[in-house]
Nanobody, 120 residues
Framework: QVQLVESGGGLVQAGESLRLSCAAS????????MGWYRQAPGKSRELVATITGGGSTNYADSVKGRFTISRDTAKNTVYLQMNSLKPEDTAVYYC??????????????WGQGTQVTVSS
């Protein structure tokens, strides 16, 4: 059984920073790409940032220059450093990971989500 557990969400004022963490645990053979997505009330879930096993990153245009994704391979953990937060960043943030349970099987897992609220 594999779990993704997010932490670090909260309530901040515009311009402040937050750091989200997502730790994968369980019978993990290896982890391919990991990423962060968010869903605001009444909107679809959208990509925020992704990082490959080799460290290549991809960001939504709306967060480029403000957010940084990173990962600690040894800890099976991905981070999202969010600076200069804006009210429009308010959403539930979800961690996603493609995980191999053995050399062949590859599965997609989602975390339970963590709330980020930015007040103006």
């Amino acid at each position: 059984q594999v779990q993704l557990v997010e932490s670090g969400g909260g309530l901040v004022q515009a311009g402040e920073s937050l750091r989200l963490s997502c730790a994968a645990s369980g019978s993990i053979f290896s982890i391919n790409d990991m990423g962060w997505y968010r869903q605001a009330p009444g909107k679809s879930r959208e990509l925020v940032a992704t990082i490959t096993g080799g460290g290549s990153t991809n960001y939504a245009d709306s967060v480029k220059g403000r957010f940084t994704i990173s990962r600690d391979t040894a800890k099976n953990t991905v981070y999202l450093q969010m600076n200069s937060l804006k009210p429009e960043d308010t959403a539930v943030y979800y961690c996603k990971a493609r995980i191999r349970l053995d050399p062949i099987s590859l599965y997609l897992y989602w975390g339970q989500g963590t709330q980020v609220t930015v007040s103006s």
